[in-house]
């Protein structure tokens, strides 16, 4: 591994989270009246933050009001729920242990907001992980694609970019890469295909976390 430092995304890259954040926005809507989506569609949803997944899933015209109201009520479930069918993809628990025991520096950044981000940190990778950053505007950092999550967990790291890459599965993390100036594995067990991560400007490709490991 040529890299020293290595900064993951969560949902789609070491987390498979989808059923879980489907069932939260499902119930959500549900509760206000409003058509629930398919899995499929909640997959093509995620990536920007709950705000956005909501604001996605509402019904086209929604009230600002009303769509905020569902997003409470998605974050109140969630968090009840985030456990319910999450789970690590096969092989990240190892490909992290491996990491670890080779001295490199892991930190996540993720567009979920902060306590779920640090909440399922902990109970997942607390033994290899101990940066973990999520979506928290009141401390002024914002989302990914912009840079200020991943130059956070630089920081926290003592890293720099010579020497760190980015892993994530989706078209906002080689964005959010972009910006940081540092380069981005994107990972095929996630949320997006081959296909459409080429068509948003993937260049390195990891099939297997263990591939991680060879990079």
């Not at 902060?114 to 999520?134: P, R």
């Not at 990972?187 to 591939?211: D, I, K, Q």
């Amino acid at each position: 591994m040529k890299y020293d430092n290595y900064i993951f995304d969560l949902d789609g890259t070491l987390l498979d989270t989808l059923a879980d954040l489907a069932t939260s926005c499902n119930y959500a809507l549900h509760k206000h009246g409003m058509p629930e989506r398919t899995v499929d569609e909640v997959r093509l949803f995620v990536g920007n933050g709950v705000r956005k997944l909501i604001l996605r899933a509402v019904p086209e015209g929604t009230e600002n009001a009303l769509a905020e109201d569902v997003l409470a009520t998605f974050r109140q479930h969630y968090g009840q729920h985030s456990l319910d069918t999450t789970r690590p993809y096969d092989g990240i628990a190892d490909m992290l242990k491996a990491m670890k025991s080779q001295g490199k520096g892991l930190a996540v950044v993720s567009n979920k907001f902060s306590q779920a981000t640090e909440s399922l940190i902990a109970h997942f990778f607390g033994d290899y992980i101990h940066v973990a950053i999520g979506e928290n505007e009141a401390a002024g950092i914002r989302k990914k694609p912009a840079p200020d999550t991943v130059l956070e967990a630089m920081r926290r790291l003592g890293a720099d970019a010579e020497n760190t890459v980015y892993v994530g599965d989706s078209d906002v993390d080689i964005v959010t890469a972009k910006n940081c100036e540092i380069p981005c594995i994107s990972v095929l067990w996630g949320f997006r295909s081959r296909e459409f991560l080429l068509e948003h400007g993937a260049t390195t490709f990891a099939e297997t976390p263990s591939e991680l490991l060879m990079i």
